[in-house]
């Protein structure tokens, strides 16, 4: 926990404290669904991919542990730290921002910002934001069964974070 506020520098000791339990949640749910895949391989919609669905970093072959450190810090740094920023009504609710954390993964930042979870969890309408979840089911226009179904499980840990 102390790594985690030490790093989350710049939030106040509450968010921080609220990202120490939201982190954990976010993550179990970001590793059951992500593999890890050390070489580079396209995706499904022919995307270079590589460690736990990135794409951002250099195409090459990467060690377990270099994959983990990666997914470790982006994790934090690059989606549950900046969904904060688009709504800091998740701070109040970290297994909702645990769970969000593990959609924006999934579908990029910029999308969960601009999504109908976020209007509706800004507005502290916590249920019909976890209830839009599972409209994130494609990929290349495609419904996608894994995705459905990661879709589910998010979705049923923000509305255990939304009572």
Do not use: H
């Amino acid at each position: 926990m102390a790594d985690v506020t030490r790093k989350a520098a710049g939030l106040t000791a509450a968010v921080a404290a609220s990202l120490a339990i939201a982190m954990p949640v976010g993550d179990a749910l970001t590793l059951k669904w992500e593999g890890v895949k050390l070489a580079p391989y396209l995706d499904s919609v022919k995307i270079w991919t590589v460690c736990r669905g990135e794409t951002q970093i250099l195409m090459r072959v990467y060690t377990r542990q270099e994959c983990d450190a990666i997914y470790r810090r982006r994790f934090r740094d690059d989606y549950m730290i900046p969904i904060y920023r688009c709504v800091p009504q998740l701070a109040d609710r970290p297994k909702i921002w645990g769970a969000s954390g593990s959609l924006a993964y999934n579908i990029g930042v910029t999308a969960f910002c601009r999504s109908s979870a976020a209007r509706f969890f800004g507005a502290r309408q916590w249920a019909a934001g976890c209830d839009t979840f599972p409209r994130w089911n494609k990929a290349g226009g495609r419904v996608i069964r894994g995705l459905s179904n990661r879709r589910i499980d998010e979705r049923q840990v923000c509305i255990a974070g939304a009572a």
